[in-house]
C-alpha cells in the first residue's frame, strides 16, 4: 500500500510540474502578446528594420523580464546564459513548437543576438535575403539570431543555443567571455 502511494505521488508531483511548466510558456505567450514585432523579422521594409533594430535592447530586456517572471530564470548576458536558453526553451516548450512562433522567436533572437553582440562585438543590420542578422561579431562573422532560434525551436536539441554559440567562439578563434 505504501509503495503504491509514492508511486501515486510521484505521478501527481510529475503532472504538477508538467502542467506549471506548461502554464509558464502559456503566460511568456500572454507576455509577447503586447510586442510591437509581432510578425517576422524576415518581412519588413527598410524602415520597419530601422525601427525594429534600435528597439532590439528593449526587446531583449522585455524577454529577460518573461523568462525571470515564467521560467524563475535569471538571465544577464552572459556566456552562460545560452545554455539556460536552451532550458527554457526545453521546459517550456519540449519537442513543441510554440503556437505563436513568430512572437516567441522575436523574444528569444533579440536576446539571443543581443547577448552575442554584447560578448563578441558586431552590429545589427538588416539583410534583404535574410532579414536582421548581427555583422561583424568578432570582426568577421554574420550571425542570424532569429533564423537559429527558430530553427532550436522546430529541431530541438541539435540546434543547440549554447553548441551554436560555443562553436562561433571558436570559429573566431577565441573562448569567447
Not at 513543441?96 to 543576438?113: E, H, L, M, Q
Amino acid at each position: 500500500m505504501l509503495i503504491k502511494l509514492l508511486i501515486f505521488v510521484l505521478i501527481l508531483g510529475g503532472l504538477i510540474v508538467l502542467l506549471t511548466v506548461r502554464k509558464a510558456s502559456r503566460q511568456y505567450h500572454r507576455g509577447v502578446r503586447a510586442s510591437l514585432w509581432d510578425g517576422s523579422p524576415l518581412d519588413m521594409d527598410p524602415e520597419r528594420a530601422r525601427r525594429f533594430i534600435e528597439d532590439i535592447p528593449r526587446q531583449a530586456d522585455k524577454h529577460r523580464e518573461l523568462v525571470k517572471r515564467n521560467f524563475a530564470t535569471e538571465l544577464s548576458y552572459r556566456k552562460s546564459d545560452f545554455a539556460r536558453l536552451d532550458e527554457v526553451i526545453e521546459k517550456g516548450w519540449g519537442h513543441s513548437t510554440p503556437k505563436r512562433i513568430d512572437a516567441v522567436v522575436v523574444g528569444f533572437g533579440c536576446y539571443f543576438g543581443e547577448t552575442i553582440r554584447r560578448l563578441q562585438g558586431g552590429e545589427w543590420a538588416y539583410d534583404k535575403g535574410r532579414g536582421i542578422v548581427l555583422r561583424d561579431v568578432g570582426g568577421r562573422a554574420v550571425v542570424e539570431p532569429f533564423d537559429k532560434v527558430r530553427r532550436r525551436f522546430r529541431n530541438g536539441d541539435r540546434d543547440s543555443l549554447s553548441l551554436f554559440y560555443l562553436a562561433l567562439t571558436r570559429k573566431l578563434g577565441g573562448g569567447g567571455q
